[in-house]
Structures are given as C-alpha cells and as structure tokens.
C-alpha cells in the first residue's frame, strides 16, 4: 500500500491532535505559537518535526531521547521570508537558484529561496517498500518570475518503523523551455557535543579539507573576527592541520575557537560500492550523528562548526552542487550546474541518529574503506 493525502492549513491547530496512525508509525498536526503548521512524525525510537508549507524544512530530529538539532537562539520557527529570521532547524533544502553567502556582487539572499520557500501544496504520505514501513512528507513549491527562471521542487523525507535515520531528499524539474542554473545544498545541522569526535570517509589532510579563508562581506561577525590576529592564526593552523577539528573539547566554548563559526570544503570523499560517502559525530556514549549523501548526485561537501553561549552547529557534511561562497563566487570557479530544458535535477541524503552497536560497526567499515584507499 503507497497513499498520499493532502493537507491544508485548516488541519492544524494549536493543541497537538494525532492526523495518522500506520502499523507503529504515527503524524500528529499541531501549530506553533507563531502560528507556523508543522507535523510531527513518531516511530517507536523517537519522531521528527516538519514545517509542511514553509520550505518544507525539518525544524527538530529526536531520538533515542537526545535532540539531534541544533542550539540557537529561535526556539521556535517563525513565519518569515528569510532564515537568517528563523534559524535553528535540523535541515533545510538551500538553492535552487543561489545558495551560500552572496557576495559583494550578488543580490541574492543567503541560501536562496528554498529554505523560506511558501509551498502550495503538501501531502502526508505512508505505505512500505523493501525496507519496511514508512511514513513521510513531501509537496511541492512553483518559482516562477515573468522573463525569468519557472521551476518546481519535490522534497520528500520518509521515516521507517524500525529506523532512526531519515530518508531525504529532492527532485527540482525545470519547466522552462530554456536552462535552469543551480545552485542546491541539503543544509543539516547537529549539535556538536564535548568529546564528540568525528568519523568519515575523507582523509583529514589539507589537500581534502580546504579552509575557507575569504571572509564573506556580508557578514559583519567575521568581518570583524578576521582583523584579530588571533582569529588568522587559528585559521592557518587549521589550514595546515585539519585534524584538530576532529574532536570536540569543552573548553572550546569559552576560548572562541568555532566563534563566529568555521568552515571547510571537503573534496573527493571515498564511497562504498554503492557510490555513498558516510559521516559521523561519535558521542562519548558511543551513539552517533549521521549524514551519507552520494557524490555522484552532490559533488560538493562543506562543513560548518559553530560553537558560542547562544548558538552550536556542526553542519558535519553538507553536500551540495557547489561551495557556499554565493553566485558570483561560484560561478567565476564554475562550479554553476544546469538543468536542461524540461529536464530535471534528483539527489538524496541519508541523516539521523546511529545507536551503539549501528555506529560501532559503520566505523569499522569506515576503517576498512579508508584503509583500502591508502593503498
């Protein structure tokens, strides 16, 4: 069985009510005291929270009784037209058109459209394929400017009975008799936690992991940050050294080391046989954070760690069809895609909670794939 049904904004209100119950999997509608609709998504290890007609983002990922999401200053999402009004989501689609920091020559908003977006149209959907059970979300969202670009895009995030990881992803399709820039990057967004220590299938050399080192104009905090002398020795010992990001420690909070945040882009990942790359955020209880995305879909990676009193993220690997250095920056290092008339664009991500046993043994295979690569 495969349903979907359509939801409007008369569903929600602001006492939680139970929308749908399939096998253990559950949807519940609610409203926010800022009135934003969102669905709650519940299997027996723990639920996920969705904001249907605004960008279709996830705002909260709990499992296994930890939050999974972000710390900021938004405890709530609000009913905005930009994130930087609103930010403190688990994942939010960035693009399509422009993404990343816009330059001092773009006139794009940060991250695009999409994050903000006003969908039109959202359905619940549930039913079961080869890996069990599900339930989910998707819609869509029409861009359409006169003398300009006239696209539509899918996201879709499933959750299964038995699992703690989300299945997302989106499909973009231009409707245009012409071609379609791109700009797309899935933005997910953990919470960095002390001793926490990162996993993955990309070696830790300088050569893999490039430090941002231009300082996007726009932002006013690193502008400043970049003047100190301690803010550009820190960055050329992480230019030189990568690895000391690879662990968290407590007394990072209260010496500015991810104050105002740090970046780095992440080039040519190893992949399993499938074509997946795998990331992880091990816990001192020996739980994970997981993101796996395929290369061949998103053949860009940055990362983005931030660590302040009122604001923690780790954006542990944010894939995507470019580097979040916004248009002009982009498309000078072309790095711009194109999606070909009536064509379309499609690209999944897998990101979630890993228990101890599932990240025990997804870093010993980790360990075999970048021990087979060295050689």
Not at 22 to 51: D, M, W
Not at 247 to 258: L, Q, R, S, V
Request: proline share 6%; charged share 25%; net charge negative.
């Amino acid at each position: 069985m495969n349903l979907k049904i359509s939801v409007d904004e008369e569903c929600f209100s602001e006492k939680e009510k139970t929308f749908l119950t399939f096998g253990n999997l559950e949807v519940s509608s609610f409203k926010y005291e800022t009135g934003v609709c969102a669905l709650r998504f519940k299997n027996n290890i723990g639920y996920f929270v969705a904001l249907p007609f605004k960008g279709q983002m996830i705002w909260d990922a709990f499992f296994n009784n930890r939050l999974l999401t972000m710390k900021s200053t938004f405890k709530e999402p609000r009913n905005v037209e930009s994130f930087e009004d609103s930010f403190g989501c688990f994942m939010m689609h960035c693009g399509a058109l422009r993404t990343g920091n816009p330059g001092l020559e773009d006139d794009h908003p940060p991250h695009g459209e999409l994050p903000y977006a006003n969908y039109e149209q959202a359905e619940i959907i549930c039913g079961n394929d080869e890996k069990g059970n599900y339930i989910g979300l998707t819609g869509s969202y029409t861009y359409n400017k006169a003398f300009g670009d006239y696209y539509c895009a899918h996201p879709l995030v499933k959750m299964y009975e038995k699992s703690s990881l989300l299945n997302i992803s989106i499909k973009i399709d231009n409707l245009a008799n012409k071609p379609m820039e791109l700009m797309y990057m899935c933005h997910v967004n953990f919470r960095p936690v002390d001793f926490g220590r990162i996993v993955q299938t990309a070696d830790w050399s300088s050569k893999s992991m490039k430090i941002r080192t231009d300082i996007p104009p726009l932002r006013r905090d690193i502008q400043v940050k970049a003047q100190t002398k301690e803010y550009m020795t820190l960055i050329s010992k992480l230019a030189d050294d990568p690895k000391t990001t690879n662990a968290f420690k407590p007394e990072d909070i209260y010496k500015d080391f991810y104050d105002p945040e740090i970046v780095f882009f992440i080039n040519s990942p190893v992949t399993d046989t499938e074509g997946w790359a795998h990331f992880m955020q091990i816990h001192p209880d020996g739980s994970a954070d997981y993101v796996s995305y395929k290369p061949r879909e998103l053949d860009h990676c940055a990362r983005w760690i931030v660590r302040t009193k009122d604001q923690e993220a780790l954006g542990l690997a944010l894939p995507s069809t470019c580097d979040p250095e916004g248009y002009s920056a982009e498309k000078k290092k072309g790095n711009i895609k194109e999606i070909p008339p009536k064509g379309s664009f499609s690209a999944s991500v897998v990101a979630g909670y890993l228990g101890k046993e599932e990240a025990y043994d997804k870093e010993r295979q980790i360990e075999k794939m970048m021990s087979r690569d060295q050689k």
